[in-house]
């Protein structure tokens, strides 16, 4: 079945550095893509997002690719900062037709001092 | 405050015995889900509301069920149906189904 995955599970990266997450889609009709970040014992927040009309969108210190050839999308997050350990989640969406939000299985970020 | 309020924080459980977890949320979102997240794992959707009086099973959906009688309220029964309850289950709401979704604190459920 159509999935949305992830290439790494765990990514450790010294505290300054820029981190890169990845994120692979399968479903050719997903056209929005939101990012969560999830601390231990909490509900996901809310990063940012992303609609197929667009390749890339920036936020405060994170920006999101969208390569729909490869069907793959990445989070960058610039100058990491402790408080960035945790665990990171694409989710696709369709826009029209059955609208369920599928999340793909994380990737657990650590960034070391 | 504004936001999604999910209770209580932890629950146990008896084998055999149903369990109603609560969600309310004073966004006024009219998209209302349910989510299980097994350790180490991404959520599966269990069951989603995307209006009052209608839900739609979600990729899990069986040994659970809901209901969506307020447009605040989005309760989720674990019925002794569900043969593996213990995990931690994730409420969240959207404007629609196809805006971002806010997600509450979560309920861990554990079986003893």
């Known amino acids: 079945g159509e999935s949305v995955g992830l290439h790494l599970p765990t990514l450790s990266v010294q505290e300054g550095d820029n981190s890169i997450i990845n994120c692979a889609y399968s479903?050719?009709?997903?056209?929005?893509f939101i990012w969560y970040k999830q601390e231990s014992g909490k509900g996901p927040q809310f990063i940012i997002d992303?609609?197929?009309?667009?390749d890339k969108r920036q936020g405060q210190r994170v920006t999101v690719l969208l390569n729909k050839t490869v069907k793959h999308l990445s989070l960058q997050i610039a100058a990491t900062q402790p408080g960035d350990s945790a665990v990171y989640f694409c989710?696709?969406?369709?826009?029209?037709?059955?609208?369920?939000?599928?999340f793909g299985q994380g990737t657990r970020l650590t960034i070391n001092p | 405050d504004g936001g999604i309020t999910q209770s209580p924080k932890y629950l146990f459980r008896k084998e055999g015995q149903n369990v109603t977890l609560s969600c309310e949320q004073n966004?006024?979102?009219?998209?209302m889900y349910w989510y299980r997240q097994d350790p180490g794992q991404g959520l599966r959707l269990i069951y989603y509301?995307?209006?009052?009086?209608?839900?739609q099973k979600g990729d899990i959906a069986e040994g659970y069920s809901v209901s969506r009688e307020k447009k605040e309220s989005f309760p989720l029964t674990v019925t002794s149906a569900q043969k593996n309850p213990t995990a931690f289950y994730l409420c969240?709401?959207?404007?629609?189904?196809?805006?971002?979704?806010?997600f509450g604190q979560g309920t861990r459920l554990t079986v003893v």
């Open positions: 969240a709401s959207s404007i629609t189904t196809n805006t971002e979704a806010f």
């Open positions: 479903n050719s009709a997903s056209d929005y």
């Open positions: 992303i609609r197929s009309n667009m």
């Open positions: 989710a696709e969406n369709r826009l029209q037709g059955a609208q369920k939000l599928v």
């Open positions: 966004l006024n979102h009219d998209a």
């Open positions: 509301s995307q209006i009052v009086n209608d839900f």
